[in-house]
DNA sequence: CCTACCGATCGGTAGG
DNA sequence: CCTACCGATCGGTAGG
């Protein structure tokens, strides 16, 4: 409850700018009392964080364990972030921008995770390209592309516009994987 | 000097994160005497996104005076993403990430203003369409893919890991003009 | 350009 | 769960 509230105004108005009198007042409590429910402000901020970070590498590990092509493997963990992003938008989007304000050790166990999956992923991307199944594509390039591509999602199922998670999906997936451009 | 330091800080550290005494700091002053060459903090936020607003609404001037095709003025809108991104990395890095720190009635304008370019992106996005140059796609899953495909340089430049601009973008525009996936 | 200082607000604690 | 309060820090001003 604390915790639900606490990701919505992270992600509405940033870590630095909820104060726990903000936070307090969405749960209707005085301030002082959230302590009887958490240990600090930085606590919240690292469960949502860390949550997140094993959620994105679970199912690194289940896509990975597929018998797939790498475009399958690649089409599953774009369907992976979408499917994140719907089921807990709010804390998606805190994890997503507000990570930086962890403080250490924390915020090196966090980047060390990021780049885990960072690196599971290239793994999929380089192999697939060796194959010949992808184009030689640079695979940095490509991976945080994808990654980006799906970024915006946690903004726009907040305000949600209208499309379903469905279409937007399949939308995205088809423009990462065939193109914009018509065949000439 | 001042204007720099500070978009240095608060791509860093954030707007909320980054006091006038951190500024100071930078630019070897007290913070009191910061006041002698600005108004605010928030008048330096709000240079910043305006700035780079406006940089963006010329270039998007410049794009719809070609006369070319959809995919052409695309393909040029993306090298002005990444031109205004390679220029000012830092500024631009502030621009997208802290403008929600903007009180009003600077909010609204900024917002705006944004709205404009997005509207602008999207009727060349929907004339290819229109004309058959493009795959039939949703123009704000096109829209907003797009963006964030170039988002994420505005990270990578700073750190700037050794591939060139030129190369990001000759492979940023393949991947999504053409895909990632081999013809089958 | 500085010293000195303002009221407001911050995360958090003591004590009940 | 609250009242009362802590020291630290915030953006900014007065006055020279």
Known sequence: MICEAAA?????????STSMRDLA????????????????????????CFDNARRFLE?????????ASAADKIRALI??????????????TAFNDEWRHLSEPHLSEFKALRREYEQRFRLIIE???????????????ALYTIFSSVRWLYDWFRTG????????????IRLLMEGMETDK
């Open 127 to 141: 192999e697939g390209v060796r194959l010949g199944e992808l184009k030689p594509l640079h695979s940095t390039v």
């Open 59 to 67: 199912g690194m590990t289940e896509v990975e364990k597929l018998e």
């Open 25 to 48: 007042r969405e749960v209707r409590l005085k301030a002082s009392s959230l302590y009887n429910h958490i240990q600090s402000k930085e606590e919240i901020l690292q469960e949502i």
């Open 8 to 16: 919505r105004l992270f992600r509405d108005k940033g870590y630095k």
């Open 161 to 172: 516009k209208g499309i379903s998670a469905n279409d937007v999906e399949r939308n995205i």
């Open 79 to 92: 369907r992976l972030h979408i499917c994140i992003a719907t089921n807990d938008v709010t804390s998606v």
